[in-house]
């Protein structure tokens, strides 16, 4: 099963990609799990770029969507609202086939940042039929590096709650696909 986590801070230190390269090494066998943190690469959406003038490199991010079973989604508040790079990326969805069946998850490395959260979820509510609303899986990791993201992870019960996290996200995947 393809497993595509999308961190909407391209920072290199960032707590949201190290919370998803967290659960990425717990993922059971069997799961193909990609972290992809590189939202600051896309262009900014205009439907002037879409078809054929689609940039290449919008073009692989879409083809890696399209690819995957399920999509987990971990970002940070900027400015009380969704980062622009998450929101962009969204952008290109829209009037696009990808992403409407797509089985989507949201993880969150802040105790903070609700405002986000409430319009992140009311953006995915609308793109897609299979917003996993009630999986969420949230650690409080606020200001820690990757390595010590890592050491809380392991040294708590957060293992527990990823392991779940991850087998409610896939066995609601293989409902989805059943159907
Ligand atoms: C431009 C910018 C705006 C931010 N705005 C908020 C905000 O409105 N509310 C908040 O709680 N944190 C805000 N923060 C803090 C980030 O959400 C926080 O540092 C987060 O942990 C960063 O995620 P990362 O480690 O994955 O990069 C902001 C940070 C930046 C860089």
Redesign the pocket.
């Known amino acids: 099963m393809k497993l595509l986590a999308i961190?909407?801070?391209p920072?290199q230190?960032?707590?949201?990609?190290?919370l998803l390269n967290a659960i990425k090494r717990r993922a059971p066998l069997g799961a193909d799990f990609f972290v992809f943190n590189q939202l600051n690469t896309l262009p900014v959406f205009s439907p002037d770029l879409e078809g054929d003038a689609m940039p290449q490199v919008m073009r692989k991010f879409i083809d890696q969507v399209a690819l995957a079973d399920g999509i987990i989604i971990?970002?940070?508040?900027?400015?009380?609202?969704i980062?622009g790079g998450l929101k962009n990326a969204i952008d290109w969805m829209v009037s696009r086939y990808e992403v409407v069946g797509k089985p989507i998850a949201l993880v969150h490395?802040?105790h903070?940042?609700d405002?986000?959260l409430v319009s992140l979820r009311l953006v995915l509510r609308t793109v897609s039929e299979h917003f996993q609303e009630d999986n969420f899986l949230r650690i409080p990791?606020?200001?820690k590096t990757p390595e010590e993201v890592e050491a809380v992870i392991q040294t708590s019960n957060y293992e527990v709650d990823i392991s779940k996290f991850l087998a409610d996200f896939m066995a609601r995947i293989e409902e989805i696909k059943q159907k």
């Open positions: 961190s909407g801070s920072r230190a960032s707590t949201n990609t190290a971990s970002s940070p508040e900027y400015i009380r609202a980062p490395a802040s903070r940042d405002d986000m990791l606020i200001g």
